[in-house]
């Protein structure tokens, strides 16, 4: 069964500010599921990757599938970046409709 | 038009009482799941649905019963509710592509 560690768990800074959030897994997957939810509460997938890069906006998120890691940054933060991010991979290594494990989410602030 | 809804959004009980909590997509996928989150804030998977199979049990107490009546919906009920059942209860959907979509959620709580 896959596990997920996720760091920084808080993370405070100021507008325009680089933003990295990490996340490593312990077992190789399909693809890993970076995820944002607002204070609201709703959940959206951000990014769903299974190698290399990929952007969306200011947002970008990589993969190193040999090291079993993945990163998240924000270019140029504003305060509605504030959320909280959650890194995801599939329970088990084959995926498929077994469902996800989560990290426990980095809380990030972004102060104007 | 809401691509994966959860009705009610909150629900206020009892200890040891029963409800019920439904969820629908309207998206075609396949596979369907209901996720936990807790008091901090960490997600955790309960169960997994694939065309109205159950997958994935994962270690739920049997007080807890999902029902899947066609594969647009995976309700789940609860009997003798618990404090410890209070939680944010998500239902979410799988694409062929993997990418999951969640519903709005559904913040339980037990008195």
């Known amino acids: 069964k896959n596990e997920v560690e996720q760091s920084p768990q808080n993370l405070t800074a100021q507008e325009g500010e680089f933003i990295t959030i990490n996340c490593s897994y312990s077992?190789?997957?399909?693809?890993l599921h970076w995820l944002q939810q607002h204070p609201g509460g709703g959940i959206v997938s951000l990014f769903m990757?299974?190698?290399g890069k990929k952007k969306h906006g200011r947002l970008i998120a990589t993969i190193n599938i040999q090291e079993k890691h993945s990163s998240l940054h924000i270019t140029a933060s504003h305060p509605r970046d504030s959320a909280v991010y959650i890194c995801?991979?599939?329970?088990?290594?084959?995926?498929?409709?077994?469902?996800?494990?989560f990290g426990k989410g980095t809380h990030l602030i972004i102060q104007p | 038009d809401t691509a994966v809804s959860q009705t009610p959004k909150y629900l206020v009980t009892q200890m040891g009482n029963d409800k019920s909590i439904k969820c629908e997509q309207n998206?075609?996928?396949?596979?369907m799941y209901w996720y936990k989150q807790d008091s901090k804030k960490f997600l955790k998977i309960m169960f997994s649905?694939?065309?109205?199979?159950?997958?994935i049990n994962e270690t739920v107490p049997n007080r807890f019963s999902p029902k899947s009546p066609d594969k647009a919906h995976l309700n789940l009920h609860i009997n003798s509710l618990e404090l410890g059942d209070s939680a944010v209860y998500f239902c979410?959907?799988?694409?062929?592509?993997?990418?999951?979509?969640f519903g709005p959620g559904t913040r339980l709580t037990v008195l």
């Open positions: 649905y694939n065309n109205k199979e159950l997958i």
């Open positions: 995801a991979v599939p329970m088990y290594s084959g995926g498929g409709a077994d469902g996800l494990t």
């Open positions: 979410a959907s799988r694409s062929d592509g993997d990418t999951q979509y």
């Open positions: 998206l075609g996928h396949d596979t």
């Open positions: 990757l299974s190698s």
């Open positions: 077992v190789g997957i399909s693809a």
